[in-house]
């Protein structure tokens, strides 16, 4: 496995010179941020990102994400020239040496919580997701706002985009992707990259809005839609992990093996019997998820891929965003890591 970490680019107040200093940190996960969803990348912000990680003895082979166009997710006919887009940048990215593409499906909005700062006691602070809370926000009051969320939206395209969803249930989006994936995986693998789509979080709907990658079955009927290896997964565990429906290690262990997954989340949450949940350190102890289990899988199928600590909590007074600070994911890292040594040595 290949020990990695998210870069949000020169604008990230985690630096390269910071990420170098973790131990056994290889990588940085990261991609062009200034170029709208639907639009190819240059070649020199591609080119640029990958000299600047090199700068710091950084490898850059992951992508997270190349956006996908709410258009391709309704299946409206603008998306044969997004799509044709899309391809272009897996093939610039390809070229660039870039080996895995982490994506969503999910539509309108990525990761979605009902506090940034759950406080805890010992002064941390961490996200978290409160079932009763959610029934209180209402998305299109252009109020709420979450980092992992395209804030370029209007209040007005917003309600527009609500509307279209309407006639677009969780049939139609698995058709949606299937159109995308037909066109979209004969490129990623001529171009020697693997696409690994990203577990939807939390994985069921929301907002009425129709959530697909969500457990075993639909990932197993994803996966079929275009049966190749390169039309793979992300396998976030924090994402699969906050619902109560999920065995995530039955998962790992079964999409590992049908050489399906690229690219590991490692994040821990502490799950409620309503699915409530808040996002933990990386120790076993410290949330329901038991991150030993999960390397002990990825050491059982002699996993090569990539793995990164995902969300961590803020420490050690660090403000920054929300989940990706350096400190308690560097902690992570190195759990994994320590995790990893320590099932890899025969004495
Ligand atoms: C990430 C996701 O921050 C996170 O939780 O795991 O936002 C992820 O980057 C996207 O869903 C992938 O497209
Ligand atoms: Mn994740």
Known sequence: MKMTFRWYGPSDPVLLDYIRQIPNVTGVVTAVYDVPAGEVWPRESIAKLKTDAAAYGLEFEVVESVPVHEDIKLGRPSRDVLIANYCENIRRLGEAGVRVICYNFMPVFDWTRTTLQHVWPDGSNSLAYYKADLSGLDPLSGELSLPGWDSSYKKDELRELFDAYKSVDGERLFEHLGYFLDRVIPVARESGV?????????PYPIFGLPRIITDERNIERFLKLYDDPHN?????TGSLGCSNKNDIYTMLDRFIAAGRVHFVHARNVKLYTDDSFEETAHFAACGSLDLVKVMKLLKKHDYTGYVR????????DETGKPGYGLYDRA?????????WDGISTNN
């Not at 793979?232 to 976030?236: D, K, N, W």
């Not at 600590?309 to 050690?316: E, K, L, S």
């Open 232 to 236: 793979g997964l992300t396998f976030c």
């Open 194 to 202: 693997f696409m690994a789509i990203h577990p939807d979080d939390p």
């Open 331 to 339: 902690l992570g890292a190195m759990y994994l890591g320590g995790i």
């Open 309 to 316: 600590p995902d969300h961590g909590r803020m420490i050690w």
